[in-house]
Each structure stands twice: as C-alpha cells, then as structure tokens.
C-alpha cells in the first residue's frame, strides 16, 4: 500500500514539474509492428504478441521512435508516462519483463548538458519532494543539479581501472561497472549520483548523434550504482541513421516511416527515466521487484 502512494506523489512530481516547463503529455502506441528500440549490447529483446489480421506484432520497448515523430511534427515539448516491455532471459535485481518509464522529447536543445539537466532535476525534485514527506531514504545523498558530478566514458573507464576494475575501452559499463563507479564517486564526491558522457558509438543506438572521434552525444545518469537515466542528442542525417542501422543488423526499410519523418528536421534530443528503478534506488530498495505492487518477473505472470 506504501509504495503504491510512493508512487503516486513521484509521478505527480514528475508531471507538475514537466507541466511547469510547458510540456505536453502524450500517448503513443503500445503495440507495435517492428522491434521500436532494438537493443545494441543489451539482451533484452522484444516480446511478441497476436494481432489479429495476422501480421508480426510486438509490445514496446520504448516509444523512442515515435516520441521523436511527434517533436518533429511540430509539438516542441512533451513527455509520455507509461509501460515498456523487455524480454529478459533471467530474473536480475534490477530488470523485469514490464515496466514503467517516463519519456521526454523536445526540439532545439541548446546542448547535451541542457537535456541531462532536465533529466536529473527530474530526479531530485521527485526526491526533495518524497524527503518532505518522510519517505525518501535517508540513506541516499544527492547533491543539488548544479554540482552533479559529471564524467566522460573515458573517464569512467580510467576511473575504474585506477581503482582495481579492469574494463577495455569500448566495452559495456553494465551492472558491475556502474555499480563500482557508484562506490568510486561517493567516496570522491560524497554523491551517490552521478552523470557519464559520450560513449563510444558501438554501443549506442541507430537515433543517437555521432561526433568526431566516434563518439556520440549521449549520457546515462546514475544513482546507487544504477542506471535510472539514458538519454542523448538525435540524429537527423538519414545516411548516418540507416549506416548505423545496418551496422546493428537493422534493415533501414522496415523503419521508413520513422526515417522519412526525422530526417534533415529540427534537431532535438531526450531521455528515458526508468520510474520503478527511481522508486528503488530513492527508497534504497535491493531488488526493483519490491518497488512494484504488481511485478511481472521472468517467472512471474500471475497475479
């Protein structure tokens, strides 16, 4: 019953601070025709479903291409509050079959730190408005957004390597990694969150922007050693979104409809924000299963 409260009060957090910035909430679709953030290094895939007239149908990853559709059309700002589904192959402490994520979009982002700002201020408004009401974990330490600690891929990996962590340049941080850097920037920052920039483009999606050196405009937020945010710059040349496409397997045709829409538009950029891991991580709860009232696990459908 506390955590369905919980909840509630985040996601009217979330809503009132969005409204405020003269954001639109929308809804886009849920069941989909083809894979709508088909994963790179993840192995979270998509879950199929019937539909009826027969052809290949599935429930969504994310709504990455069409919330980027809809600010290109013309609507500037919005935001979208609802589920998203990954095929996980195991239960882990902090994955399930279904979650709920908040989605933000919006055109003309004066730069990629102006689109992480957002992102975190997001996050520490829902946690200042829970610590108000006794709920937030007191464990948990964030500071203000102005002094978020903010490091570079490579720094990550340097980071990690300095302190006994051996990872290769160009690999996935995963679970592991974010998890160390997390121990590594308390003790550095006395923060127990924190902002990467610019990976490497190997391992982000076909939409994210590329700059020189084979970098992208790209950044995860991390809080409690976990990835609650994951959000970049767009890209709007479709010759560099269908290369990245095939190079992740994709086949640029099946995917017209979104790269008719996006390319050489008005540049923008976003984020999604995983509500149950934020619901976890700012109540200092281990196992993200415990921050759902309903929570559909690998082996858990029913009830």
């Known amino acids: 019953v506390n955590i369905i409260k919980i909840r509630s009060k985040a996601l009217f957090s979330i809503r009132n601070y969005l409204y405020n910035l003269s954001f639109y909430e929308v809804n886009t679709p849920y069941i989909v025709g083809v894979s ?65 994520g908040l989605d933000v979009e919006f055109s003309s982002p004066k730069s990629l730190k102006e689109v992480l700002s957002i992102a975190y201020s997001i996050i520490f408004k829902v946690f200042e408005d829970l610590k108000m009401d006794g709920l937030a974990s007191f464990e948990i330490s964030l500071l203000e957004p102005d002094k978020l600690p903010i490091i570079t891929y490579e720094e990550a990996i340097d980071l990690l390597n300095k302190n006994g962590f051996p990872f290769k340049y160009g690999v996935d941080l995963g679970v592991t990694g974010e998890a160390k850097l997390g121990e590594i920037i308390q003790k550095r920052n006395h923060s127990d969150a924190f902002a990467i920039m610019y990976y490497p483009s190997n391992i982000k999606k076909f939409y994210t922007k590329q700059s020189d050196s084979f970098l992208t405009e790209t950044f995860d937020i991390i809080v409690g050693g976990w990835e609650l945010v994951s959000g970049a710059l767009r890209e709007v040349n479709r010759s560099k979104i269908e290369y990245s496409m095939k190079l992740s397997g994709i086949d640029p045709v099946d995917y017209n409809f979104y790269l008719s829409i996006v390319e050489n538009t008005v540049e923008h950029g976003g984020f999604g924000l995983g509500i149950d891991r934020l619901i976890a991580r700012l109540l200092d709860i281990d196992v993200i299963s415990d921050a759902v009232p309903f929570p559909r696990t690998f082996d858990r459908l029913i009830p």
């Open 36 to 100: 709508t953030d088909p994963p790179k290094v993840d192995k979270g895939g998509a879950i199929e479903v019937v539909w009826p007239g027969g052809e290949q149908a599935f429930l969504r990853q994310s709504n990455q291409l069409y919330k980027q559709m809809v600010v290109v059309s013309g609507i500037e700002k919005i935001f979208e509050i609802g589920p998203f589904w990954r095929a996980e192959s195991e239960n882990t402490f902090r994955h399930l079959e279904e979650s709920i």
